[in-house]
């Protein structure tokens, strides 16, 4: 099974992704890890650059999707895996449900949404620690303005604490494992 955490920058994804991890014995797959591994920088190794600049273009944003995807699906087939990425772009979501379904793999698609207050206090605070993102509150503003709200997705409110959010959709998962919902 694969469980996409997507949403804006700031609302929790990475941080949610670990907690769900370790209810689930899952391994999370981080587009922003996975970003910079691809351009030979270490994790916390600042990479900042402008909207759609440097590692952040569209050529390594599609190496990044491809690759995170192609990864999902084929460990998905024998384990959860955890995919924390904005998803902003529906043809990346579309992308992986196809590949999915090609293979048998279910995918559960979760939103983490937050009001813009909250996100810029996160953000604020994000700058005081040791993180795989880039993103700032400007970057969040230009994301905000292309993201596509993911139809196929169940929508969580993210401004709950990260372990509460952690145990709703392992909650979910559960029902729909268990075949009580969700189809």
């Given at each position: ?74 460990l ?29 793999v ?69 029902e ?8």
């Open positions: 099974m694969v469980i996409v955490l997507c949403g804006l920058t700031g609302t929790g994804k990475s941080t949610v992704a670990k907690l769900l991890a370790q209810k689930l014995g899952a391994e999370v797959l981080s587009s922003d890890e996975i970003r910079k591994a691809f351009a030979g920088l270490s994790p916390y190794e600042s990479a900042k650059a402008a909207f759609g600049e440097g590692i952040y273009s569209q050529d390594m944003t599609d190496r990044v999707y491809r690759y995170m995807i192609e990864r999902a699906v084929e998905g087939k024998r384990v959860h895996i955890i995919l924390d990425a904005t998803f902003s772009n529906p043809a990346y979501r579309g992308l992986l449900k196809q590949m999915a379904e090609k293979e048998g279910r995918v559960l698609f979760f939103w983490l949404n937050a009001p813009d207050n909250v996100v810029r206090e996160r953000m604020e605070k994000r700058k005081r620690e040791k993180t795989a993102s880039d993103a700032d509150w400007e970057i969040y503003l230009q994301m905000k303005k292309r993201f596509v709200p993911p139809k196929e997705a169940v929508e969580v409110d993210a401004t709950k604490e990260p372990e509460e959010i952690a145990s709703l959709i392992r909650g979910y998962i559960d729909v494992q268990e075949g009580a919902c969700c189809d």
